[in-house]
T-cell receptor
Framework: DAGVIQSPRHEVTEMGQEVTLRCKPI?????LFWYRQTMMRGLELLIY????????DSGMPEDRFSAKMPNASFSTLKIQPSEPRDSAVYFC??????????????????FGSGTQLSVL | KQEVTQIPAALSVPEGENLVLNCSFT??????LQWFRQDPGKGLTSLLL?????REQTSGRLNASLDKSSGRSTLYIAASQPGDSATYLC???????????FGKGTMLLVSP
């Protein structure tokens, strides 16, 4: 299995531009998570999908952030317009959730290698 | 709201030492407690998962314990090696939608 695949690995953009991050979860996994990591705040959950449906988006910082999961094998996180404070490493993770929407305590989370975003 | 704290933030030890990394959480109503390793520029790799009904899990030189009543978990690394150098993060799986809340990690450096 190729694991969770994220693209691009690095993104450098100018303030105000649109940024799209992509994620392909592990085949067969039904839950997908987007996290953001910064030195100051550590790892923060942005949004969580189960069976392609957003379950919890309370971590999405602002309306400038949006996430979609059109099918079980693909998700995007979009920032429009981007700002310098959005600079961070964005991780996608997936797992196999045994109960609809809710964990049972036995699921391991598998992370992608992340996208390093720099907004100038 | 669950809060996870890891102490120390950084640790430097000589090769061969046994060491303990600490993790504390504020809400004891968890499903599980997970330990991850993160190498520079890489994603997180799951090391150990302790279910709420368990007290410890072992994998090779790693042993993780869980005390729900006191809100603590420890990761014990025996006979440390330079290859163990990485950041170690603990995360608590909360009730409700059961998402993970992460600590900020302990950066470990094992010198030869």
């Amino acid at each position: 299995d190729a694991g969770v695949i994220q693209s691009p690995r690095h993104e450098v953009t100018e303030m105000g531009q649109e940024v799209t991050l992509r994620c392909k979860p592990i085949s067969g996994h039904n839950s997908l998570f987007w996290y953001r990591q910064t030195m100051m705040r550590g790892l923060e959950l942005l949004i969580y999908f189960n069976n392609n449906v957003p379950i919890d988006d309370s971590g999405m910082p602002e309306d400038r952030f949006s996430a979609k999961m059109p099918n079980a094998s693909f998700s995007t996180l979009k920032i429009q317009p981007s700002e310098p404070r959005d600079s961070a490493v964005y991780f996608c993770a997936s797992s196999l959730r045994l109960r609809r929407g809710i964990g049972t305590g036995v699921e391991k989370l598998f992370f992608g290698s992340g996208t390093q975003l720099s907004v100038l | 709201k669950q809060e996870v704290t890891q102490i120390p933030a950084a640790l430097s030890v000589p090769e061969g030492e046994n060491l303990v990394l600490n993790c504390s959480f504020t809400d004891s109503a968890i499903y599980n407690l997970q330990w991850f390793r993160q190498d520079p520029g890489k994603g997180l790799t799951s090391l150990l998962l302790i279910q709420s009904s368990q007290r410890e899990q072992t994998s090779g030189r790693l042993n993780a314990s869980l005390d729900k009543s006191s809100g603590r978990s420890t990761l014990y690394i025996a006979a440390s090696q330079p290859g163990d150098s990485a950041t170690y993060l603990c995360a608590a799986m909360n009730s409700g939608y059961s998402t993970l809340t992460f600590g900020k990690g302990t950066m470990l450096l094992v010198s030869p």
